[in-house]
Structure formats: C-alpha cells, structure tokens
C-alpha cells in the first residue's frame, strides 16, 4: 500500500520569501501524485497534478511541483509568497493499480507573515 | 458545475449516541470517497466506493461505522456508537469516471462535516 510523508509540520515564512515543501511517497508502482490546499474554513482545492510527461508541473497562484522518480517526491515549490497563501497543504498519491486509493499526507502548515 | 455537497455542516453529540452524514457527489462521477480528518492530521481514507461497490473499507472502524451509497449516486456515512476519539472533520469527495488511471482527473472534495463528541 502507498503512504505519503510531509516532512514539514509548520513553516513560517515573510512575505516574498521562496517557498519549499517535501512531500516523499513510498510504492513501488506507477502513481498520480497531487497537491491540495485548505485555506481557513474552506474545503479541498487542487493545486495542480502530475500524471505523466514533464516532471516539472505548474499549478495554480504561480505555484509548482518536481517529480522526482528515484526519489520518490514530489516537492511543491513557489518563488516569492504571499500572504494569502496562508494555509494547509497536503500531497496525495494515488497508485494506477489495483484499489487506486487516493492518500494524503499529514499536511503541512504554512503562516506568511506579512 | 455543482459541486460535492455534505450535510450537516456542524454536528455535536454525546458519545454513545448515533450520528449520519449525508454526501451527493458531483453529477457523473463514479468514485466516492469518505474520509476522516483529525484536527492537526491530513485526511484519512474511510470507505472508496466505485459506483455503489465498496473498493476499499480497509480503514473503516466495521464495529462502530458503516457506509452505504444507494444507486451509485448519494451516500451515507453512519457512527453508531460514537466515542470521544471520533472527534473529526468528516470530508467526501468524488471524481469522474476514467480516475486513477493515466487518466488526467482528479478527487472533488466537499466542504465537510465538523462532529465534536462530548
């Protein structure tokens, strides 16, 4: 079975400051690997995908991720921050066979000060 | 497009007692998905429906929870009965058919259920 591992629980950061999360996943097989986002009070959102093709994905508010296949990660990354991106963000993976569960990550907590 | 609706937004209980949580998916969509979330934790996966087939229950507390989805189309998620550790952030999601695959999909998340058992 897939598992999902942030490696950040909080992060606190100033505005225009670069941002980067660690998302690593273990599963030996082919995957779909997600990033969602939780600002307060709201649901789920995608912030962008990755199933096939460039490793390099570009999401939504300038943010991006690298898959990284011989490392199994998935990073989420975004040059200068803002304040509201303020919130909870998680990574998800879901494997192509079998069950394909979709499983998220513990999330990581993300405070832009201003 | 509607998107996946949940009801009751909030819901406080006593431990012991029942509770039901109710999810219509987006129109379409094959895949329902129940999850649990803790405060302070990511989302974990309850029940994954495919159609009104269960595709993985393997996380789903059978003695106290049970879900159904009549028609391949709304779906209930029942505690009977619950404990203070059930304390939780109840979300359904769904997404169309094709997911999972090399299919370029994704999981629609609802805005959730708040249960506090006291």
């Known amino acids: 079975a897939q598992s999902v591992s942030q490696h950040n629980h909080h992060v606190i950061l100033s505005e225009a400051a670069s941002l980067e999360l660690g998302c690593n ?90 | 497009e509607a998107g996946v609706a949940q009801s009751p937004r909030y819901k406080i209980i006593e431990k012991r007692q029942s509770v039901a949580f109710w999810c219509n998916p987006i129109s379409g969509h094959a895949t329902l998905y129940w999850y649990q979330q803790i405060l302070g934790q990511g989302p974990k996966l309850l029940i994954q429906f495919q159609n009104n ?39 359904c999601a769904s997404s169309p058919p094709g997911w999972g695959g090399a299919s370029n999909t994704e999981a629609f998340f609802g805005q959730g259920t708040r249960l506090t058992v006291v």
Do not use: M
């Not at chain 1, 009070?41 to 898959?67: C, M, R, T």
């Not at chain 1, 979709?102 to 201003?114: A, S």
């Not at chain 2, 989805?69 to 505690?79: A, E, M, P, Q, W």
């Open chain 1, 25 to 114: 996943y273990s599963y030996g097989g082919t995957v779909n690997l997600f990033w969602y986002v939780q600002y307060p009070g709201q649901h789920l959102q995608l912030l962008l995908k990755y199933f096939s093709g460039d490793p390099l994905v570009k999401g939504i508010k300038g943010f991006e991720a690298e898959f990284i296949k011989s490392k199994f990660s998935f990073n989420l990354r975004k040059p200068s921050v803002q304040w509201s991106d303020t919130a909870e963000y998680f990574c998800a993976v879901n494997a192509r066979q079998g069950a394909q569960k979709l499983v998220f990550g513990q999330g990581t907590r993300l405070t832009i000060n201003p």
């Open chain 2, 53 to 91: 087939g269960v595709v993985d229950d393997s996380q789903l507390p059978k003695d106290r929870f049970s879900a159904e989805r009549l028609k391949g189309v709304d779906s209930t998620l029942k505690i009977q009965p619950a404990k203070l550790e059930d304390s939780a952030v109840y979300l």
